[in-house]
């Protein structure tokens, strides 16, 4: 099978970008794995799959899948690209589309410098909707981990997310403790675990391990948690920029029950076809 894809990354955190409006793509996880793997396929983070809406209320569907195969609900990095390329392919002249997602309805924009801005919704805190077995939904939880109790932030971007603050983020313990954040038995579907140093009231910078994909060098719905768990605590004040190992996002939010946006790059690498 010959598929065409287009590669893009949101401050580093890189895509297979795939046309399933104009293509038939129907990939088994083995083949998602391939595409994914950067010795013997494209290379990328996640595989993004643009297809037809089946919510009248959107513009189109949108597919994400971690470089294990698995298909995941939210991705705000990709969310921008996803933007990006339905644009640069004439698939779409709007300039502001509706796209929907496992996690819900989001709102993507392609602002007038080039970056991209996206309605990411509300926050969610109610433990069994991020879900969070035994959580209280309070800004402050204790998970035991490797023999100590961290201290986290447990909230849904549209995808789960645990959240801890760090003194020193470039000398946080990410690759130990990632793994076993993502896998522990109290966030039943695994969880994003992000890792954040406080900077000013005004910023903050981020590491997150990924479910399925482990450390990226950004990760969209990890920046909006990682905000939302600051002011949450009193420690940040709207908007905040968020420097990850690829780039700079801005994100804004202003409280309970309002929509979070991120605002950041989507670059087009390069396109090209593969044969599966």
Same mark, same amino acid.
């Given at each position: 099978?010959?598929?065409?894809?287009?590669?893009?990354?949101?401050?580093?955190?890189?895509?297979?970008?795939?046309?399933?409006?104009?293509?038939?793509?129907?990939?088994?996880?083995?083949?998602?794995?391939?595409?994914?793997?950067?010795?013997?396929?494209?290379?990328?983070?996640?595989?993004?799959?643009?297809?037809?809406?089946?919510?009248?209320?959107?513009?189109?569907?949108?597919?994400?899948?971690?470089?294990?195969?698995?298909?995941?609900?939210?991705?705000?990095?990709?969310?921008?690209?996803?933007?990006?390329?339905?644009?640069?392919?004439?698939?779409?002249?709007?300039?502001?589309?509706? $796209? +929907?997602?496992? !996690?819900? @309805? #989001?709102?993507?924009?392609?602002?007038?410098?080039? %970056? *991209?801005?996206?309605?990411?919704?509300?926050?969610?805190?109610?433990?069994?909707?991020?879900?969070?077995?035994?959580?209280?939904?309070?800004?402050?939880?204790?998970?035991?981990?490797?023999?100590?109790?961290?201290?986290?932030?447990?909230?849904?971007?549209?995808?789960?997310?645990?959240?801890?603050?760090?003194?020193?983020?470039?000398?946080?313990? $990410? +690759?130990?403790? !990632?793994? @076993? #954040?993502?896998?522990?038995?109290?966030?039943?579907? %695994? *969880?994003?675990?992000?890792?954040?140093?406080?900077?000013?009231?005004?910023?903050?910078?981020?590491?997150?391990?990924?479910?399925?994909?482990?450390?990226?060098?950004?990760?969209?719905?990890?920046?909006?948690?990682?905000?939302?768990?600051?002011?949450?605590?009193?420690?940040?004040?709207?908007?905040?920029?968020?420097?990850?190992?690829?780039?700079?996002?801005?994100?804004?939010?202003?409280?309970?029950?309002?929509?979070?946006?991120?605002?950041?790059?989507?670059?087009?690498?390069?396109?090209?076809?593969?044969?599966?």
């Amino acid at each position: 099978m010959l598929l065409k894809f287009t590669k893009m990354h949101g401050a580093g955190n890189d895509f297979v970008v795939l046309d399933g409006v104009r293509q038939h793509i129907k990939l088994s996880p083995e083949q998602l794995r391939l595409l994914a793997d950067r010795h013997f396929g494209v290379g990328c983070d996640q595989i993004l799959i643009v297809e037809k809406a089946g919510n009248k209320e959107a513009d189109f569907r949108y597919r994400i899948f971690n470089a294990d195969g698995g298909e995941v609900e939210q991705c705000g990095n990709g969310a921008r690209c996803f933007m990006r390329f339905v644009h640069d392919q004439k698939l779409t002249p709007k300039r502001e589309i509706v $796209v +929907e997602t496992q !996690g819900g @309805l #989001i709102s993507p924009r392609l602002e007038p410098d080039g %970056r *991209v801005t996206v309605n990411m919704g509300p926050p969610v805190f109610e433990p069994s909707r991020i879900p969070f077995n035994g959580g209280s939904g309070a800004v402050s939880e204790l998970l035991e981990v490797a023999g100590e109790a961290l201290d986290i932030s447990a909230l849904s971007m549209g995808n789960p997310h645990a959240v801890q603050l760090v003194p020193d983020v470039e000398r946080a313990a $990410v +690759e130990k403790l !990632g793994p @076993l #954040i993502e896998h522990h038995p109290r966030f039943p579907k %695994r *969880v994003n675990a992000g890792f954040m140093q406080v900077m000013d009231r005004h910023s903050l910078r981020l590491r997150v391990y990924e479910r399925g994909a482990g450390e990226t060098l950004s990760c969209g719905t990890g920046a909006c948690a990682a905000v939302v768990a600051g002011i949450r605590r009193g420690l940040l004040d709207s908007p905040v920029n968020v420097a990850t190992r690829g780039g700079l996002l801005t994100i804004t939010w202003d409280g309970d029950g309002q929509p979070v946006l991120m605002t950041g790059p989507a670059i087009t690498v390069f396109s090209g076809e593969i044969n599966l």
